[in-house]
């Protein structure tokens, strides 16, 4: 069963304090359940730069839940799979927990300086195609990889809306 929350439409301040209390309710739900592991979830947080931060959740919670997640979910039943176009925003703590990652086309220098610090194996050839790379393609690294590889995926059919504005036929009324 998937159930899928879609935030696009509230307020980023709110999503991400919505996001963090359901995710909150499902670790101490799992936490607590006498036959350890025996339910499992997938958490998959697309857009995980607006949730997943190094920021002072204290105050909301007396840590922060990803981080939580991130560290004692798998013993509990949680997977947590981030996607982000903006890594560098995403907590620290978060991203050294994780084991497999799949990195699409990037661009902005922070980024690509902060995947480099973060996946030191990663070669200035495999770095340098990455800039580069096509619908459907991704750097993978991690243990399900015994080196990083550039891997083609099969693109979804059908395809999502989300494309990018063509602004110039936008402009010209077509």
Known sequence: QIVNFNMNFVDDRFAKNLVKIYS?????Y??????????????L??????????????KLFGYNIFERIAKEG??????????????????????????????LKMTHPRDLEYIKKMLPNMSSEIME??????????????????V?????????????HSSNVNVVNVWQGK
Request: net charge positive; charged share 25%; proline share 7%.
């Open 129 to 146: 195609k990455q800039k580069s790379l096509q619908p459907g393609m991704c750097v993978a690294f991690g243990r399900a990889f015994k």
């Open 45 to 58: 947080l697309e857009e995980a730069h607006r949730y997943v931060q190094e920021d002072i959740d204290f």
């Open 30 to 43: 799992l936490s607590k359940l006498k036959d350890r592991g025996s339910l499992a979830f997938h958490l």
């Open 74 to 103: 798998r013993k509990f039943g949680i997977v947590l799979n981030l996607v982000s176009q903006r890594p560098v925003e995403l907590s620290e703590t978060v991203i050294s927990q994780i084991s497999d990652f799949l990195i």
């Open 148 to 160: 990083p590889m550039i891997v083609q995926m099969p693109l979804p059919n059908p395809a999502p």
């Open 24 to 28: 909150r309710l499902l670790f101490d």
